[in-house]
T-cell receptor
Framework: GNSVTQMEGPVTLSEEAFLTINCTYT??????LFWYVQYPGEGLQLLLK?????DKGSNKGFEATYRKETTSFHLEKGSVQVSDSAVYFC???????????FGSGTKLNVKP | NAGVTQTPKFQVLKTGQSMTLQCAQD?????MSWYRQDPGMGLRLIHY???????DQGEVPNGYNVSRSTTEDFPLRLLSAAPSQTSVYFC????????????????FGNGTRLTVT
């Protein structure tokens, strides 16, 4: 079956530090992979996505590369800001592309 | 565009009461869904719909009912609230086949925080 595993948080970093949030998946077929971000009191917003192996999704300085050989889609940012403090969710959609599977979320705290 | 709109934002119920959480979208999405978010458990799918008149169960459907009479609206009904239903509820929508393509993202509302005492 399909599932997503991401690193537990919270992750606490100082401003301008490098960020990595690990995400691995199990899927049949050729899933699409997503990162969503949730700011306090809000719904989830799409941050970036990749739809095939070796694709790199990027947005707002965040990047993630679809690695089929390691079944991973790790989220990275070179220099985090206080405003990046949020909960980050890794997700996949399978061959039935409306059906999404979410990881449990990783809370990021960035201190000034 | 408003996107996905959920009402109310907050609700407190007593055990055994019923209520309806409203969800509306203005993006002409065929696919709509309800999730609940609990600490440490991520998002769990309650019910979903691929078009007007069509609904199906997700991962945790017990205690919830849905209907889809129009493309725009997808209300979630709690028939007899229980403390275990205390959660944050999110409605989400997306294009469905053949409107959408591989990689079509889900669009979320801002959630309803429900407390059952």
């Amino acid at each position: 079956g399909n599932s997503v595993t991401q690193m537990e948080g919270p992750v606490t970093l100082s401003e301008e530090a490098f960020l990595t949030i690990n995400c691995t998946y199990t899927a049949t077929g050729y899933p699409s992979l997503f990162w969503y971000v949730q700011y306090p009191g809000e719904g989830l917003q799409l941050l970036l996505k990749a739809t095939k192996a070796d694709d790199k999704g990027s947005n707002k300085g965040f990047e993630a590369t679809y690695r089929k050989e390691t079944t991973s889609f790790h989220l990275e940012k070179g220099s985090v800001q206080v405003s990046d403090s949020a909960v980050y969710f890794c997700a996949l959609s399978g061959d039935n592309f409306n059906k999404f599977y979410f990881g449990s979320g990783t809370k990021l705290n960035v201190k000034p | 565009n408003a996107g996905v709109t959920q009402t109310p934002k907050f609700q407190v119920l007593k055990t055994g009461q019923s209520m309806t959480l409203q969800c509306a979208q203005d993006m002409n999405h065929e696919y709509m869904s309800w999730y609940r978010q609990d600490p440490g458990m991520g998002l769990r799918l309650i019910h979903y719909s691929v078009g007007a008149g069509i609904t199906d169960q997700g991962e945790v459907p017990n205690g919830y009912n849905v209907s889809r009479s129009t493309t725009e609206d997808f209300p979630l009904r709690l028939l007899s609230a229980a403390p275990s239903q205390t959660s944050v509820y999110f409605c989400a929508s997306s294009y469905s086949f053949p409107q959408g393509t591989v990689g079509s993202p889900l669009h979320f509302g801002n959630g309803t925080r429900l407390t059952v005492t």
